[in-house]
């Protein structure tokens, strides 16, 4: 798998630097690296289609070498983390904004006596909050040197602290959302704004979002779904059984498909999955921008650990049942993240059927839509917030109402680092 998502990022930097002209793609970095980044920052608008994606490539290139450099296994988690790492690199992370965070998990590690390995996955999830530093630093009205000073303190104590909230906080929905840092990120986050809000520091996100031809982006989702089937079948020439007992688990977290059922069923599903995805966007007529390719990265990296077709379509026609009965156009950015990142809430779906995974999504586009006011635009997993509410919500009662009589759901152990 360190292979596949090498691979991918190569494709991303390739594609990007034939994308500009030098000038523009070096002006474009500049422009994408200092920027305000608050959601949602689509940074094709910041910088330019060939900027946005070789700076994705390069940070998720970067990532996989500290990975290797670490010894820091490239499990179910590091894959859905890697992919997340690759399509948040096109509107909000950054190969400036995000060392702080990952400072401040090193630190705890340390502080603890632990291997920094088994904290990478977990650093780089904590990036969720990675905008932090980038408004403090660039968009306060404070001075230059005090904007830089506060966002590395801040950013470092939030690295510091997320390891422990993690394990906390997963009792909360017990593993029936995936992006458990999402919801982190989010309570975290909500915290910290309230207190410099407090202090007159409050962010002003802005939407930069880009639409028009996604022609080429459309052709890269292709070409890397053909990709994985390839790999699949080169791997394994019949990977199907193998796949059909991962349909079968309820995605659950914890849970690692890759040491279930081999990499070959991991990699096809991963393509199935990511069809399933941009099937969707294509059907309510959405542009295929960077934030979305975002999306449809993150439904494939954790169908590594979690997603398959069974679990996360309930959610998707949940999210769209929801659009069709209230006043949300499917269309628009927050519906779109709500049925891509809200695929999320899929163990809901494995674990208790089908209609409460409909249901599930249906909660999760409405409460998606306002959790984002609470953290500013700072949490680039805001749908992982929305969904871990939702899930300490729907889990509980889809326990009771389908098996009354059997005893409370709890996880074996918390999952701290997705």
């Not at 990532?63 to 997340?84: F, K, M, N």
């Not at 199907?240 to 081999?262: K, Q, S």
């Amino acid at each position: 798998m360190f292979g596949v998502i090498t691979v991918m990022s190569l494709m991303f930097v390739v594609f990007g630097v034939f994308a500009d002209p030098p000038g523009q793609l070096l002006r474009g970095l500049g422009d994408i690296l200092f920027a305000r980044d608050l959601i949602i920052t689509d940074f094709v608008g910041v910088g330019g289609l060939g900027a946005a994606f070789t700076q994705a490539g390069l940070l998720t290139l970067v990532a996989l070498a500290i990975y290797r450099l670490t010894g820091a296994p490239v499990d179910g988690d590091a894959v859905a983390c890697l992919l997340l790492v690759l399509g948040t690199a096109l509107y909000g992370k950054t190969l400036v904004n995000v060392w702080p965070i990952i400072a401040g998990v090193a630190l705890y590690a340390w502080v603890r006596h632990d291997r920094f390995a088994d904290y990478v996955s977990t650093a780089f999830f904590a990036t969720a909050l990675s905008p932090i530093f980038s408004a403090l630093a660039f968009t306060t009205s404070l001075p230059t040197w005090a904007g830089f000073a506060l966002g590395i303190s801040t950013s470092v104590l939030i690295g510091f602290v997320v390891s422990p909230i993690a394990r906390r906080l997963f009792q909360a929905h017990a593993g029936f959302t995936l992006y458990n840092m999402g919801f982190v990120a989010g309570v975290v986050g909500a915290v910290f704004v309230a207190v410099y809000r407090s202090f007159g520091l409050e962010p002003q996100p802005e939407m930069i979002w880009t639409s028009g031809d996604g022609t080429a982006l459309l052709i890269m989702l292709g070409a890397m779904g053909v990709g994985l089937v390839a790999l699949a079948f080169y791997l394994d020439r019949d990977p199907w059984p193998a796949l059909r007992r991962l349909m079968n688990n309820t995605g659950r977290a914890p849970t690692n498909f890759l040491a279930e059922y081999g990499a070959a069923a991991v990699v096809l599903n991963m393509a199935v999955i990511g069809t399933i995805a941009t099937a969707y966007i294509l059907l309510i007529g959405a542009d295929i921008n960077g934030p979305v390719l975002a999306g449809i990265l993150s439904v494939m990296g954790f169908g590594a650990c979690g997603k398959h077709a069974l679990n996360i379509t309930p959610v998707i026609l949940g999210v769209a049942l929801a659009g069709l009965l209230k006043p949300f156009d499917l269309a628009t950015p927050g519906m779109i993240w709500a049925a891509l990142y809200g695929t999320c809430l899929a163990p809901i779906a494995g674990r208790f059927g089908p209609q409460w995974g409909v249901v599930a999504g249906f909660f999760h586009a409405s409460t998606a839509q306002i959790t984002g006011v609470l953290v500013a635009g700072l949490n680039l997993y805001g749908n992982g917030f929305a969904a871990g509410l939702v899930a300490a919500v729907i889990a509980p009662a889809a326990a009771l109402l389908a098996h009354p009589r059997r005893k409370p759901d709890v996880p074996d152990q918390p999952v701290p680092s997705a």
